[in-house]
């Protein structure tokens, strides 16, 4: 972007110029190939405008925090609070190690409550922006970063937790860790597609919030999040592949765990996670190229 | 050179919670004739049909026209938040879109806060965001207020720091609806000195309003909508003319006969 400064009267004229040679053509139109580079162009600029995403997203946290006395340290502290309580008392209720049972769970309820959050403003993404939307011209899919990136933050708070929990029980992360890094790329990656696609449909239909959240509430209880992996393992398979081979959430969460609680990994949960992130990728992908002029007319 | 040119263009609202067909014909029928159906047999209210404008440097236009013509959905098609049903948009040149005094702030943010936002979403650097903001500061004169949340912060001043945001950072293309009128008589004379200046660098001037002296003193070009169609197009002499009652526009063209540049 050629941004060039001149210097006139401050008051009288203004100062600062924006993007010199700006051109826009927008046609109307069903085709694919004019709404592809559409989709492409909104998302190459929300990629250059990442220091507005980023600095929309600090300003979201700070707002939610104005005024408190410990500020974004109530995320670190809710959710310590949260894991100590429920890691005593369903060591207990479970019958296990407290050892074993505080980093798993402490793991567990971390990355869920980045999934459930996410999911829960993933469908806000443009409802809620309406505004801004209505405003002026900005990249769609600039909505959708914003709520990613203003989660990943919380999740940045919220690890400090189970930092502490590692090191209080002694855990040692095993040599599979470095599959940290793409599974987090993975992450990444589904999330945006998650907030863009949930974003859409529920700025189009209004029901969609309400079905989004009773659907993550009984994923919550279902999945392996607070109940370990291990009860299910001496059941009878059916109730073992719907529970935990085909369930994504399962698959996701346990790409982060398994390697970091040195519980064995089958190559198979990987496949897992790769699958159900490229069929989401692609609804999205498809999704998104074809409703994205309308989005401004649903909000 | 800055251009802005609308072929054909028309756009239109769908309309998901009348879905059954009794309600829909109803509706069409009191509508008179603006509300449709789509391909796909869905409800729409057409706001605007076939509308084709051609706008080149030093261009002032004005909208005139009755509430709900289609003036501000027009502005908003121009800046490229609505995009057209049918027809297509070429736009070359940074466009600044001053549509409604919040333009997309965060009322829980402070005015300082906004100011930087509205910078990075200009892509400036740091230094640039820096003189944006005592570009913002001296013009607006909010001055302490600044540093308080939006929310706080009286309609008036509201336009004061929106006015200034938009054009601090310099726009080829600056499309602006009614509000302008909300800040007192000072500050729109200032406004107004700002906006000659903006002009005279030879940029495009779009600007919807219910003031005939407002549009006779910044408009060199005129275009009357009605019922989302173009009316008349022309000088705003003629097209004022044609648009207000005589003795309006009689009183129009005595008050923008002082022309205090």
Not at chain 1, 252 to 261: G, N, T
Not at chain 2, 236 to 248: H, I, K, S, T
Request: aromatic share 8%.
């Amino acid at each position: 972007m050629n941004v060039t400064l001149k210097s006139e009267v401050p008051g009288e004229a203004p100062g600062l110029s924006g993007p010199a040679n700006s051109l826009a053509f927008i046609s109307a139109g069903q085709a694919w190939a004019p709404l592809t580079v559409m989709a492409k162009a909104d998302l190459r600029q929300t990629l250059s405008l990442w220091r507005l995403v980023w600095a929309l997203s600090v300003f979201d946290i700070k707002l939610r925090y104005r005024g408190s006395v410990l500020g974004p340290f109530w995320l670190t502290l809710s959710t310590a609070v949260m894991v100590a309580s429920l890691g005593f008392l369903y060591s207990k209720l479970f019958a296990t190690d407290i050892k074993t049972y505080l980093p798993f769970l402490s793991l567990s309820l971390v990355l869920w409550g980045f999934i459930a959050n996410l999911t829960t403003e993933g469908c806000l993404s443009f409802t809620a922006q309406e505004a801004m939307i209505r405003a002026m011209r900005m990249p769609l899919s600039l909505h959708a970063a914003r709520v990613v990136v203003r989660n990943v933050l919380i999740l940045g708070h919220n690890i400090v937790v189970i930092v502490a929990v590692f090191v209080i029980m002694g855990t040692v992360p095993d040599q599979l860790s470095f599959l940290l890094v793409p599974a987090f790329g993975l992450w990444l990656v589904d999330a945006f597609a998650l907030c863009l696609l949930l974003g859409i449909l529920c700025a189009r239909y209004r029901d969609i919030p309400p079905i989004v959240s009773s659907i993550m509430q009984v994923a919550f209880f279902v999945s392996p999040v607070i109940w370990s992996p291990t009860v299910l393992a001496h059941r009878g398979l059916g109730l073992s592949l719907v529970l935990m081979q085909w369930n994504p959430f399962y698959a996701l969460l346990d790409i982060v765990r398994a390697p970091l609680l040195g519980t064995p990994m089958n190559a198979s949960i990987w496949a897992v996670a790769i699958f159900y992130s490229i069929l989401l990728i692609l609804l999205t992908t498809i999704l998104f190229i074809r409703t994205r002029p309308q989005i401004a007319y649903w909000v | 050179m800055a251009s802005i040119k609308l072929q054909n263009v028309s756009v239109s609202f769908p309309i998901y919670h009348a879905e059954s067909r009794s309600l829909k014909r109803t509706v069409i029928a009191a509508a008179s004739g603006r509300v449709g159906e789509d391909r796909r047999h869905r409800l729409v209210v057409e706001a605007l049909r076939h509308i084709s404008v051609s706008l080149k440097t030093g261009d002032r236009l004005g909208f005139v026209g009755a509430n709900g013509a289609g003036k501000t959905t027009l502005l908003r098609t121009m800046a490229g938040i609505y995009e057209p049903v049918e027809g297509q948009i070429e736009t070359h040149g940074a466009v600044t879109a001053l549509l409604d005094p919040g333009q997309g702030m965060n009322h829980e943010l402070t005015g300082r806060e906004n100011i930087r936002l509205r910078g990075l979403f200009n892509a400036l650097n740091q230094a640039q965001i820096d003189q944006l903001q005592d570009d913002v500061a001296s013009f607006s004169e909010l001055a302490q207020f600044l540093e308080l949340p939006v929310r706080t912060y009286s309609s008036g001043m509201i336009v004061r720091l929106g006015f200034a945001l938009a054009t601090a950072i310099k726009p080829q293309i600056l499309l602006m609806d009614e509000w302008i009128l909300a800040g007192d008589a000072g500050f729109l004379q200032k406004a107004r000195n700002r906006l000659e200046t903006m002009v005279r660098g030879a940029e495009i001037l779009v600007l919807s309003s219910h003031s005939a002296d407002i549009i006779m003193k910044w408009c060199n070009r005129v275009i009357w909508i009605d019922g989302g169609q173009i009316k008349a197009d022309g000088s705003p002499d003629e097209v004022l003319g044609a648009y207000l009652p005589a003795d309006q526009f009689a009183r129009a063209q005595m008050a923008a006969l002082p022309t205090s540049a």
